[in-house]
C-alpha cells in the first residue's frame, strides 16, 4: 500500500541533543512538508520541498533542518538551537491538490 | 500573514444533529480550502476540499464557500459519537505551495 511512514512514533531528546526524524513516502510524490503541532493549536509549516535536491523555510524553520537528497525521503533534524522542540510533528506529500499526511512523531525533551 | 481562523469550541451537539463549523480567512489570494479531521494523538485525515464558489456535498459532509465574504464552512448531517474530533480547516492560494492551517474546533457529538 502507498503511504507516508514517519519513525520514530516516539522520541525523547536530552537537552543540547540533535535529533533527527524519519519521513518516507512511496507515492511518488515531488513536493514534501514538514509541520508541527502543539496542543491545541493547528498545524504550524517548518520547512518543505517541491523537488529534488531543494527545499524552502516555512513559518517556523529557525533551529530545523532538513535534507532533500531522494524523491521519497525528508528527513527533518532538530537541532539544539531550537529552544522549544516537545510537539507533535507531522509529514506530508501531495500530488496536485491531495496532501497525505503520515501518521506522526512526538518528541519530547527530557 | 495569512490568518485562517476558527472557534475553538467545543461545540457540542446532539447524535443526529447537524453540526455546523465555520472558518474565516484574510488571504484573498486563497483559492483552495480543505476540511481535515483529526483524532486526538493522530494524523489529520481529509474529509473534503472545495475550490468554487457554492457547496459541495460528499456523504454526510457538506463543504460551503463564500469567496466575497472569505468565509468557509463544514456540515455534518446525521452527527454521530465517532464524529468527536477536531477539525481543522486550511488554505492555500495558488502561488503558494503549502496548506496554511487554522486552530481547529473541536466538535463533541453526544449520544
Known amino acids: 500500500d502507498g503511504g507516508i511512514t514517519q519513525s520514530p512514533k516516539y522520541l525523547f531528546r536530552k537537552e543540547g541533543q540533535n535529533v533527527t526524524l524519519s519521513c518516507e513516502q512511496n507515492?511518488?510524490?515531488?513536493?514534501m512538508y514538514w509541520y508541527r503541532q502543539d496542543p491545541g493549536q493547528g498545524l504550524r509549516l517548518i520547512y518543505y520541498?517541491?523537488?529534488?535536491?531543494?527545499?524552502q523555510k516555512g513559518d517556523i524553520a529557525e533551529g530545523y533542518s532538513v535534507s532533500r537528497e531522494k524523491k521519497e525521503s525528508f528527513p527533518l533534524t532538530v537541532t539544539s538551537a531550537q529552544k522549544n522542540p516537545t510537539a507533535f510533528y507531522l509529514c506530508?506529500?501531495?500530488?496536485?491538490?491531495?496532501?497525505?499526511f503520515g501518521s506522526g512523531t512526538r518528541l519530547t525533551v527530557v | 500573514q495569512k490568518e485562517v481562523e476558527q472557534n475553538s469550541g467545543p461545540l457540542s451537539v446532539p447524535e443526529g444533529a447537524i453540526a455546523s463549523l465555520n472558518c474565516t480567512y484574510s488571504?484573498?489570494?486563497?483559492?483552495?480550502f480543505f476540511w481535515y479531521r483529526q483524532y486526538s494523538g493522530k494524523s489529520p485525515e481529509l474529509i473534503m476540499f472545495?475550490?468554487?464558489?457554492g457547496d459541495k456535498e460528499d456523504g454526510r459532509f457538506t463543504a460551503q464557500l463564500n469567496k466575497a465574504s472569505q468565509y468557509v464552512s463544514l456540515l455534518i448531517r446525521d452527527s454521530q459519537p465517532s464524529d468527536s474530533a477536531t477539525y481543522l480547516c486550511?488554505?492555500?492560494?495558488?502561488?503558494?505551495?503549502?496548506?496554511?492551517f487554522g486552530k481547529g474546533t473541536s466538535l463533541l457529538v453526544t449520544p
Open positions: 507515492l511518488n510524490h515531488d513536493a
Open positions: 488571504d484573498r489570494g486563497s483559492q483552495s
Open positions: 506530508a506529500s501531495r500530488q496536485g491538490a491531495g496532501y497525505t
Open positions: 472545495i475550490y468554487s464558489n
Open positions: 486550511a488554505s492555500r492560494s495558488n502561488s503558494g505551495y503549502a496548506l496554511n
Open positions: 520541498s517541491q523537488i529534488v535536491n531543494d527545499f
